[in-house]
């Protein structure tokens, strides 16, 4: 078992979704246990391979180089014209993206254990997370585009599932259309992308179509225009502006699903991408460009709608959005390492403050955090976890999200500008602000629906224990970025290093100014959250009254839902009414029927033509035989 | 006939089988032979006449006199063939037919396939034929009236006989030379060279064969059970 | 000697008068009967040309071999056939079998 190996991975929870969406009513416990220990096997193997990984490292043969495993070939049409291969490819980009996935889809199984607990269809639950943890690892090994599409439309297809896995809901059942159509949207030019791409290079192979594009073989403006593609399916699949909507409503789900999909794994599936592909966005800065812009309104706008939202799993969705975004503007400059930094720890903290809210809510039956408040007393494990994952979110030093965010932020400041700096740390205080408010209205003032804080208690260790592993890793997973415990792991040069950096940066020394100035802009945030949803949030509501129009406008999601309900609902149906009446009266009753019924009235009149007489048929039949007599004898020449 | 001419008893076995009762052949035969005997020779002494005429004048060779007998009878005999309302009448100047073709067989230096001809069709067929007509409606109604698309019948026949005649006759043969097909050699070559289509040929009549058989069987079998 | 012309005339205007007859009469028999006619004229066509242009080959005699020896076998079956018809019908006539229609 090595990096030769990967598909190895994939293929066990592959393996395991066939076995349980078939047999689990045939399984005890309804074959959760089989999805967790394959998980448990899955985690284990990457980090043999990590092992392996760190071996060739030290030897110094992967930075930036990879390990591509040919497996066999998928589809050869034309003898080499059009090949598609199976094939693996193992680099520090998919190594960081390894351990996040199967570290996290283990918390999350052994946690839904404890959520999931008597639910209908449990089995069937365990049976879609093993489909997507398979769609997802052959996602991060996949070394060629096609395999990599494949995969992307099988974490989609996953999605889709588990959003609407109570679709006995309306709205849970709307929500998974919403999501899985406008991740489509997108989906539709990552194609176009790949399309373009094997255009211009003839492979689908992602590293020699990296290779082809640094060597200048494609030109400019096309490669620009495919890689805008590209970027199109990263902004569907990590819910970027403007196909952010579909990730709030996404949380319909259960909650261990939001924390597996849509916060730590599939939605960083874009940032994956672009970082695959950086060296090819290093060429194109029009489009490295359009992925920092894009990046930043997202960060910006999800921020700020999380200021008002009263869904405690929505604050997180916006929260996760957010965070993506912060990840793109780091991509947008070109600092690879700093984005599956942040990647890393963020799938980590955001798992577990999703986690941690999954726990409150499987204690109190209650999401509106306007009914929540004063849980500290009933859930201590829960809160303590949840403070730690928020004190991460918001960017307080030893916590992993400051080491992350303050790199990207610091790559920021170096090649992004000062607007673009200031507008992204402006961002980072509004994520401090939200997550205390968070905190604030969830664990702390006084209970305000009685009822349900009554009957909250701590749920068992099924869910305790992912919430503490999950809360250690918050803490400790920023300390990668020291190069001294890069080197102590075996990782020289630490994570900056690990990952492929156009111009490698070490640090070697901490920048005191600069991490102050970060510190005290979360201290700030905090600050200001404490300040204004302390107690009963006497100022929040006074600030809400001074502002109607502008809380309107963030509790309205800038009326984006609405644009676009309003655009379905006059272009495409009005389109689809044309279309429709063109459908049924020319095409279904004048083309189909009506040829029906022509050959129908054709047939009664005709078949009189048939008169049984046999004379009748010879004469046609010497008629013809003349005719082609004739026809012979005109045409001897 | 009287009862002493000819041998008595066969007179009486062939009585004896009565299925001659039904046929009508020696009255009608002799009146259809005698009265078609007499047009035909009518029709055919001035044309014999001009004919001779001509050959002894030195116009036409002795083997073309020949060829226009035959290809008169010939012709006469399927246009009665198929014109004479009265199917007996109709299948008698088919005889006429059938034996002038094996005149023209003759005439092509082929006297195998002149002997075959005459053996197969006139010894065959056209007993098969009269037995046919016999035992359907010849008796009670020998008259058949013709189709209703006769109009149109005539049409695309003079029309396909138009294109054949044009189609033959435009066409180059090169220099055509007879010669007479020796007898042996054709026995030889069919069983040496065209074996292969003979036994398929056999087969073919083997199962025409059983055809017939189990055709007419059926058909008792049938009317057993329409009996009882 | 006479020209091949001659045989191959008389062998289309055999072939016209059969063709006219199967499309003209009623009763089975006479069908029969012209589709003699029309297999006489096709084979005094094969015969004429085997004997003038191709005696060497014998392909034309044979064919016209065959063709005797497949008529002969038509006609017993077809008869068989046609004797069916009228046990089941009381009639020959091929128009008025044509219960195989709308």
């Known amino acids: 078992m090595g990096m030769e190996q990967a598909w190895v991975l994939p293929a066990i929870p592959a393996v395991l979704f066939v076995v349980i969406a078939l047999f689990n009513g045939l399984m005890p416990r309804r074959g959760d246990f089989l999805a967790i220990l394959g998980m448990a096997t899955v985690v284990g193997l990457v980090f043999v391979i990590l092992v392996e990984f760190q071996g060739a490292f030290q030897g110094g043969l992967f930075t930036p180089e990879g390990a591509n495993a040919y497996a066999f070939d998928w589809i050869n049409i034309g003898q080499g014209f059009f090949v598609i291969e199976f094939s693996t490819y193992v680099d520090a980009i998919t190594m960081v993206m390894l351990p996040v996935v199967t570290i996290v889809a283990l918390m999350v199984m052994v946690y839904s254990v404890g959520y999931m607990h008597g639910e209908v269809r449990y089995g069937w639950y365990f049976a879609v997370l093993s489909l997507f943890v398979a769609a997802m690892l052959t996602l991060v090994v996949s070394g060629n585009l096609i395999q990599l599409y494949l995969a992307w439309e099988g974490v989609g297809l996953a999605s889709y599932l588990l959003i609407g896995f109570y679709w006995e809901r309306q709205s849970a059942a709307e929500a998974a259309k919403k999501a899985f159509i406008t991740t489509r949207i997108g989906d539709v030019g990552l194609l176009i992308g790949i399309i373009l791409l094997w255009r211009a290079t003839g492979t689908f192979d992602i590293q020699e179509i990296i290779s082809a594009a640094t060597s200048g073989q494609i030109g400019d403006r096309y490669l620009t225009i495919a890689m805008l593609f590209l970027f199109g399916g990263a902004v569907g699949k990590s819910a970027q502006f403007p196909l952010h909507v579909w990730l709030p409503d996404a949380m319909e789900g259960p909650t261990p699903v939001s924390a597996l999909i849509h916060a730590a794994t599939m939605v960083v599936a874009g940032v994956y991408l672009v970082a695959r592909f950086s060296p090819v966005y290093a060429e194109v800065l029009v489009a490295r460009d359009v992925v920092l812009y894009t990046g930043l309104i997202t960060a910006m706008m999800a921020a700020s709608m999380g200021l008002v939202t009263t869904d405690i799993k929505r604050v997180l969705a916006y929260s996760t959005v957010s965070q993506l975004g912060f990840m793109f503007v780091a991509l947008g400059v070109g600092a690879v390492g700093a984005a599956m930094f942040h990647l890393f720890t963020h799938a980590f903290f955001k798992a577990l403050l999703f986690l941690g809210s999954g726990s409150v809510i499987h204690a109190t039956h209650q999401q509106e955090v306007g009914a929540l408040g004063g849980l500290r007393k009933k859930l201590p494990i829960t809160t303590a976890t949840f403070i730690i994952g928020s004190l991460a979110l918001s960017g307080i030093p030893i916590f992993a999200g400051f080491f992350s965010k303050d790199e990207i932020l610091h790559y920021v400041q170096a090649d992004g500008g000062p607007v673009v700096y200031v507008l992204l740390a402006g961002t980072a205080l509004l994520t401090a602000i939200y997550t205390t408010r968070l905190v604030l209205l969830t664990f702390f003032g006084e209970p305000k629906d009685h009822h349900a804080y009554d009957h909250a208690h701590e749920s068992g260790p099924a869910m305790a224990l992912p919430l503490i592993f999950l809360a250690v890793l918050a803490t400790v997973a920023g300390f990668f970025v020291f190069d001294q415990v890069g080197e102590a792991l075996g990782f020289a040069g630490g994570i900056g290093a690990l990952v492929y950096i156009d111009h490698p940066h070490h640090f070697t020394q901490v920048d005191y100014a600069f991490a102050g100035i970060a510190t005290l802009t979360a201290l700030a945030g905090i600050g200001i959250g404490m300040a204004y949803w302390r107690g009963d949030a006497r100022r929040a509501v006074q600030a809400r009254a001074w502002a109607p129009d502008l809380h309107a406008l963030l509790a309205n999601r800038y009326y984006m839902d609405d644009l676009y309900q309003g655009i379905i609902n006059r272009v495409i149906l009005g389109a689809a009414t044309v279309v429709a009446w063109f459908d049924k009266r020319i095409v279904n009753e004048t083309g189909v029927d009506g040829g029906a019924q022509t050959i129908s009235y054709l047939g009664y009149r005709l078949k009189f033509l048939q008169t049984g007489r046999i004379p009748n048929y010879a004469l046609g039949m010497a008629v013809g035989v003349v005719a082609l007599a004739i026809v012979a004898v005109g045409t001897r020449g | ?228 | 000697m006479i020209p091949i012309e001659n045989f191959l005339v008389l062998s289309a205007l055999l072939f016209a008068i059969g063709f006219y007859g199967v499309l003209a009469r009623r009763s089975a028999i006479l069908i029969l009967m012209s589709v003699e006619i029309m297999l006489a004229g096709v084979a005094i066509n094969f015969i004429a040309f085997a004997s003038y242009l191709d005696h060497d080959a014998f392909s034309g005699l044979v064919f016209a071999l065959f063709v005797i020896t497949v008529a002969a076998a038509e006609v017993g079956l077809a008869l068989g056939v046609v004797l069916r018809l009228f046990r089941e019908r009381r009639t020959a006539n091929v128009d008025e079998a044509n219960s195989l229609k709308w």
Do not use: C
Request: hydrophobic share 55%.
């Open chain 2, 1 to 228: 006939m009287g009862a002493g001419y000819g041998p008595p008893d066969l007179t009486r076995t062939i009585e004896d089988l009565r299925v001659f009762d039904r046929l009508p052949l020696p009255s009608q035969l002799d009146r259809t032979i005698m009265a078609g005997g007499t047009i035909a020779g009518l029709v055919a002494a001035p044309v014999l006449i001009v004919l001779l005429g001509l050959q002894i004048t030195g116009t036409i060779s002795a083997v073309e006199m020949v060829f226009y007998m035959a290809a008169g009878v010939v012709l006469g005999g399927a246009l009665g063939a198929v014109l004479i309302k009265n199917i007996v009448h109709a299948s008698l100047s088919l005889i006429a037919t059938l034996l002038g073709v094996a005149a023209l067989y003759l005439l092509l230096l082929t006297e195998f396939i002149a002997l075959v001809q005459v053996l197969v069709y006139g010894g065959g067929v056209i007993i098969l034929l009269l037995f046919a007509l016999m035992m359907t409606n010849a008796q009670d109604d020998p008259i058949v009236q013709d189709g209703s698309q006769k109009p149109f019948a005539f049409g695309v026949a003079v029309l396909i006989g138009g294109v054949f005649v044009t189609a033959l006759l435009d066409a180059q043969w090169g220099d055509p030379t007879a010669a007479v097909i020796p007898f042996v050699d054709f026995g030889a070559r069919i069983f040496r060279d065209f074996s292969v289509p003979v036994i398929i040929v056999a087969v073919l009549l083997d199962i025409a064969l059983t055809g017939a058989f189990v055709n007419a069987r059926r058909a008792e079998a049938h009317d057993e059970e329409g009996r009882s």
